[in-house]
Each structure stands twice: as structure tokens, then as C-alpha cells.
Nanobody, 123 residues
Framework: QVQLVESGGGLVQAGGSLRLSCAAS????????MAWFRQAPGKEREFVAA????????DYADSVKGRFTISRDNAKYSVALQMNSLKPDDTAVYYC????????????????WGQGTQVTVSS
């Protein structure tokens, strides 16, 4: 079993940056692909970014390519999402999730979830 705890959310002006962190527990951390999803009010949860178990593969939603970077440190059981050039449309609750690489973009296929952290981007 994997437990996930996100941190790093907050309020930032458009064009600014934030770094989200996800702390994981569980000996099998490196066997999971890790992903970030987000959910804005009234919208469905959507895929943001994913990274493979060894950190060699990454995937991004088109809306964040070139602005967001996902990384992981298996020795520290952590995953990070560096978000630059933030836009008001990035406002959402961001969730860290653990699952398989093949199901990385589908929230229904993620096995474990954190509680979420709020990101608000003001215009």
C-alpha cells in the first residue's frame, strides 16, 4: 500500500511559479508510475503529468507542456511538479496519484491518491 501527501499549493499571480511536492510511504514506491491530476470546480478530474517508476519516462497534458516539469526521487520517496508561467486556467485542486504507466492518464486506473492541494492563479 502507498500513502501520498501533497504540499506546496497556494495563491500566485499569473506568470508566477509554484512547486508541488508529494511525499510517499511504502516500500514499493519505485514500482509505481506517479502522476499529477487536477480538478477545477464543476469540471472532471484531468491528467496533468506522469513519470515512470525509474524516472526515465515522462508524459504531459498538452495544456502544460513546456511549462510544467515532473520529477521523482525514489531514494526520498517523493514526486514533484514544478509549475512555471502559471495561468488562471491552472487554478484547481492538484492530486498526486500512484498507478501503472499504461493507465497513467486515466484517473479511474490510479490505485492510490493523496488528499489534494489547492493552487489558485490570479489574473
Amino acid at each position: 500500500q502507498v500513502q501520498l501527501v501533497e504540499s506546496g499549493g497556494g495563491l500566485v499571480q499569473a506568470g508566477g511559479s509554484l512547486r508541488l511536492s508529494c511525499a510517499a510511504s511504502g516500500r514499493t514506491f519505485s514500482s509505481y508510475a506517479m502522476a499529477w491530476f487536477r480538478q477545477a470546480p464543476g469540471k472532471e478530474r484531468e491528467f496533468v503529468a506522469a513519470i515512470g517508476g525509474l524516472g526515465r519516462s515522462t508524459d504531459y497534458a498538452d495544456s502544460v507542456k513546456g511549462r510544467f516539469t515532473i520529477s521523482r526521487d525514489n531514494a526520498k520517496y517523493s514526486v514533484a511538479l514544478q509549475m512555471n508561467s502559471l495561468k488562471p486556467d491552472d487554478t484547481a485542486v492538484y492530486y498526486c496519484a500512484a498507478g501503472s504507466w499504461s493507465g497513467r492518464q486515466n484517473p479511474e486506473l490510479s490505485a492510490y491518491w493523496g488528499q489534494g492541494t489547492q493552487v489558485t492563479v490570479s489574473s
